[in-house]
């Protein structure tokens, strides 16, 4: 079968598959900092090793790609022509996996916040990063 993609796409996606310090993660946490959150990074003790955690909100922040994790209806999560069926398993797999890691995290009183990559777009990146912050700041009140 025919290799598709070209070198760079291939880098771009295993650095996605590796699914550590991407730029979308980056760009989250540089935005956090500034804010004068502070947090912890993938925290194995947690369900999934987390991303961003912030202890004193009680708050955990994922950074997903929208291929990866299967984002609904978003125009970045189109599934390959080829090896279909596989992509389709994998996917529904990660999701899967998602919907757990969320579930066991809310059980022990977390809140769980995803931002996905197309979120971080720079048209609409300000607007997700305000709404981040309000979403976490509520989780006290
Ligand atoms: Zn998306």
């Not at 994922?62 to 390959?80: A, D, L, Q, S």
């Not at 022990?108 to 300000?126: A, F, N």
């Amino acid at each position: 079968m025919a290799d598709v993609h070209t070198p760079e796409q291939r880098s771009y996606n295993m650095s996605r598959v590796k699914g550590k310090d991407t730029r979308p993660e980056l760009t989250v946490r540089k935005f956090l900092f500034a804010q004068g959150f502070r947090y912890r990074l993938h925290d194995k003790r947690l369900p999934g090793s987390p991303d961003i955690i912030l202890p004193k909100y009680k708050t955990i922040i994922f950074v997903h790609g929208c291929f990866f994790h299967g984002h609904e209806g978003c125009r970045y999560f189109v599934i390959p022509k080829t090896r279909t069926e596989w992509w389709v398993n994998k996917i529904n797999a990660n999701r899967a996996r998602d919907q757990e890691k969320t579930r066991l995290l809310q059980q022990s009183g977390w809140q769980v916040i995803v931002v996905y990559e197309c979120e971080l777009k720079p048209r609409i990146r300000d607007i997700t990063l305000q709404n981040l912050v309000c979403r976490i700041r509520n989780k006290d009140s």
